[in-house]
């Protein structure tokens, strides 16, 4: 059965950086762009960014240029978002996402990780 | 402020059809039919229920459709259920430096 795992919950200080990853079971990791797209407590659902596990090609939300970085590895079928310099503003849970057409962006998103909660508070 | 503007909420008796907007400009929906509408409970990650403006995965209810006119798309519930409650979201592709964005989200009440 096709699965997205997510890593499990993090609490970082300001200022400091995450990292969460997404591993895909049960297809061709290689064949699907990842996306990831995050919720605030109490807010609405906001796209981040993709890569395409093929070749590691990434674009990003202006929101987030110069501070996120998609990468993935693809011996172990996992993709990471590293987030840099956290404000409170950045708690928020955290999904990956896949789309799903074959090497196509399509923004068809059937397949979802299980969400990460990553908390920044001092 | 969502590149994308639904109705904070919209609510209906059960068996009763509910229309949920998402207005956009002619820099996503109105030049791309790469609309989606996502159903979302909290805690829980969100679920397709509309694609491509007007397509249905399978599995989803035929209760639930979707259209688009112009640069606003709709997604419409008809014999609305207890189940059906929780947050609508909808997400267009708005090119190829923006790439793509949710709107506010509507939270929908069964009365």
């Known amino acids: 059965q096709l699965q997205l795992v997510q890593s499990g919950a993090e609490v970082k200080r300001p200022g400091a950086s995450v990292r969460v990853s997404c591993e895909a079971f049960t297809y061709t990791f290689t064949g699907y762009y990842l996306h990831w797209v995050r919720q605030a407590p109490g807010q609405g659902l906001e796209w981040m960014g993709w890569?395409?596990?093929?070749?590691?090609?990434?674009k990003y939300a202006q929101k987030f240029r110069g501070r996120l970085t998609v990468t993935r590895d693809t011996s172990l079928n996992k993709a990471y978002m590293d987030l840099r310099s956290l404000s409170f503003d950045d708690t928020a849970v955290y999904f990956c996402?896949?789309?799903?057409?074959?090497?196509?962006?399509?923004?068809?998103?059937?397949?979802w990780g299980q969400g990460t909660r990553v908390t920044v508070s001092s | 402020q969502s590149a994308l503007t639904q109705p904070a909420s919209v609510s209906g008796s059960p068996g009763q059809s509910i229309t949920i907007s998402c207005t956009g400009s002619s820099g996503n929906i109105g030049s791309y039919n790469v609309v989606s509408w996502y159903q979302n409970h909290p805690g829980k990650a969100p679920k397709l229920i509309i694609y491509e403006a007007t397509e249905r995965p399978s599995g989803v209810s035929d209760r639930f459709s979707g259209s688009r006119s112009g640069s606003t798309a709709s997604l419409t519930i008809t014999g609305l259920q207890d189940e059906d409650e929780g947050d609508y979201y909808c997400c267009a592709y708005g090119g190829s430096d923006v790439n793509w964005v949710f709107g506010g989200g509507t939270k929908v009440t069964v009365l």
């Open positions: 890569i395409n596990p093929k070749n590691g090609d990434t």
């Open positions: 996402v896949r789309d799903s057409r074959w090497q196509q962006l399509v923004g068809l998103w059937e397949f």
